[in-house]
């Protein structure tokens, strides 16, 4: 036996006073873990319990997303005052006009007819006012007349009252005539206007969205819609799903990016939230149960109508984690 085999024997043989023969487990020992007061596991238990409300009661912050395209502010409808024909086109599709700017010029056979024929109505008006004003000047000296033969005892009361009662029927048709001639030089008038509104004109300041090139020589209905303009102030408009919605309020803040521009993210703030949009926005947008929402760029891009975007809303929901179960157990 070798010196190294003898040293390792002898430690082995060495009594080891104080140690246990073997080393306790700390996973099966139960004398090494202390015990836990009851009052100590009460309060661990109300401990989770008030947390796991806690964070069942807070608000939801919730991330939406949809998709969004510019538009202006506000859109002027022009109206067309009369079925006429367009002659002459003044401006073009994109073209920046002033209040008042010639747009269209049209021209309307049915009104010149009723022009026409209201000119004649004003002629026979007025020759039968002439004629009833000799009538009047020849019946005034009779009556006189009559009056005179009456005093001396030349004709009877009878007589007399005839006279005056042909007088008076000559007044009365007078007034009618009169009252007529105003109502015809009233719609004379009306139609004078709606001549003059044949040459249409800009009710605002802004660019027109109409493309008017193809509308020489074209036959436009009285009421329908000629040109759209739009003025020079833009928003994004946002169609969000009306489940979503309920979370978004004005002045909340979107991070946008623009189709073409999708490495930039612009700001905007949430200005004005509709109630549902009718159903032929949702037709367009190919989208049902959406609500519109209009937000204001912060933004020195140059916006032009039509320009889509990605847009983005990070907010606090109304409801909170236990609502939102509830609804889901519910629905």
């Known amino acids: 036996m070798n010196q190294n085999q003898q040293r390792a024997k002898s430690v082995r043989n060495k009594p080891c006073y104080g140690r246990p023969s073997t080393p306790p487990n700390l996973f099966t020992d139960k004398k090494q873990k202390p015990a836990m007061s009851k009052a100590k596991r009460l309060m661990m238990q109300f401990a989770f319990v008030g947390i796991s409300l806690t964070i069942l009661l807070l608000p939801v912050r919730i991330t939406v997303k949809a998709d969004g395209k510019i538009i202006p502010t506000s859109i002027y409808s022009v109206d ?14 994109g073209s920046e ?8 010029q049209l021209k309307s056979d049915e009104l010149e007819l009723r022009n026409k024929q209201i000119e004649k109505e004003i002629e026979i008006i007025q020759s039968e006012m002439a ?5 009047k000047i020849i019946q005034g000296q009779i009556v006189k007349k009559n009056q005179l033969y009456f005093e001396t005892g030349g004709i009877s009361e009878s007589d007399k ?7 008076q029927q000559i007044n009365v048709r007078q007034e009618l005539l009169h009252k007529r001639e105003e109502q015809v030089l009233e719609r004379k008038l009306y139609l004078q206007q709606l001549s003059e509104a044949l040459l249409m004109r800009s009710p605002a300041d802004g660019i027109v969205l109409t493309n008017l090139r193809d509308y020489v020589g074209r036959t436009i209905k009285e009421g ?12 994004l408009e946002v169609l969000v799903i009306e489940d979503r919605a309920s979370a978004l309020r004005t002045g909340i803040t979107a991070s946008i990016r623009f189709l073409s521009e999708p490495f930039i993210t612009y700001r905007g703030t949430i200005e004005k939230i509709d109630s549902k949009v009718d159903e032929r926005i949702e037709r367009i947008w190919n989208k049902s149960s959406v609500i519109r929402v209009l937000v204001k760029p912060d933004t020195s891009l140059d916006l032009q109508s039509g320009m889509e975007a990605r847009v983005k809303f990070k907010t606090t929901q109304k409801t909170n984690f236990l ?4 609804k889901q157990i519910i629905l």
């Open 323 to 326: 609502q939102q179960i509830v």
């Open 97 to 104: 006009i002033k209040k008042g700017d010639a747009l269209l």
């Open 80 to 93: 067309t005052p009369a079925t006429g024909t367009v002659i002459k086109v003044f401006k073009e599709e």
């Open 161 to 167: 009252q005839t006279a005056e009662q042909r007088l």
């Open 224 to 235: 329908d819609q000629a040109v759209q303009i739009a003025n020079r102030e833009y928003a």
């Open 131 to 135: 004629i009833l004003e000799k009538e």
